[in-house]
């Protein structure tokens, strides 16, 4: 089985524009999460899919959004990019949203903005 | 507020040294906890989980740690660590948030292990 894959794996933006990351999920796995690591830190949860739906959503601006397509592949956009938002991208899928059978991560899209 | 704090930021540590790690996580409900090992230009790798049961609970590549309620603790050790297991490891604790019933991990800052030969 192919693990949770991401793209693309580096990127760099200048600040106030778009990006869009995706990420294809574990075949079976119908909950997506998404989370941004800065440098010399954890990652921080910013959302989580199931179904299509939004399940969850962390202490990111509204600059921040995804959706989930029916495949169960999803997208995490960010708008007006800030110097700030230059980190590594991680999405991690799971076969349900309550994580009971533990979350697969993949290896991250690098952001950076410049 | 939910957290969890990793003691040591960064350890150095030689071949054949016993490794340590500290973890302690604040959180009120059911907790899951996991270690995630990163090894340099790698993604995130499972390390071992503890769900419920046996507090004292074993990883891959010898690691293990155990769960101790009391201390709102999860330490990770290994016997004997090699050069193989220099990399930057997390600590996190799976928060079961709203009334929509999803999970979110919280991660520690981490720590980044550097282990000579």
């Known amino acids: 089985d192919a693990g949770v894959t991401q793209s693309p794996t580096h990127l760099i933006k200048t600040r106030g524009q778009h990006v869009t990351l995706r990420c294809s999920p574990i075949?079976?796995?119908?909950?997506v999460s998404w989370y941004q690591q800065v440098l010399g830190q954890g990652p921080q949860f910013i959302f989580q899919?199931?179904?299509?739906?939004?399940?969850g959503r962390g202490n990111f601006p509204d600059r921040f959004s995804a959706r989930q397509f029916p495949n169960y592949s999803s997208e995490l956009n960010v708008n007006a990019l800030l110097l700030g938002d230059s980190a590594l991208y991680l999405c991690?899928?799971?076969?349900?949203?309550?994580?009971?059978?533990?979350?697969?991560f993949g290896s991250g899209t690098r952001l950076t903005v410049v | 507020a939910q957290s969890v704090s990793q003691h040591n930021h960064h350890v150095i540590l030689s071949e054949a040294a016993s490794l340590e790690l500290g973890c302690n996580y604040s959180?009120?409900?059911?907790?899951?906890l996991f270690w995630y090992v990163q090894y340099p230009g790698q993604h995130l790798q499972l390390l071992l989980k503890?769900?419920?049961?046996?507090?004292l609970v074993k990883g891959i590549k010898g690691f293990e740690a155990e769960f101790i309620k009391s201390k709102f603790s999860f330490n990770l050790r290994k016997p004997s660590v090699q050069w193989s297991d220099t990399a930057e490891y997390f600590c996190?604790?799976?928060?079961?948030?709203?009334?929509?019933?999803?999970?979110?991990?919280?991660f520690g800052a981490g720590t980044r292990l550097a282990v000579h030969p």
């Open positions: 503890y769900f419920s049961g046996d507090p």
């Open positions: 899919y199931y179904e299509k739906e939004e399940r």
């Open positions: 075949s079976g796995h119908k909950s």
């Open positions: 996190a604790v799976n928060a079961l948030e709203g009334s929509g019933g999803y999970n979110k991990l919280i």
């Open positions: 959180y009120g409900g059911t907790v899951n």
């Open positions: 991690a899928s799971s076969r349900a949203p309550t994580g009971n059978y533990g979350y697969t």
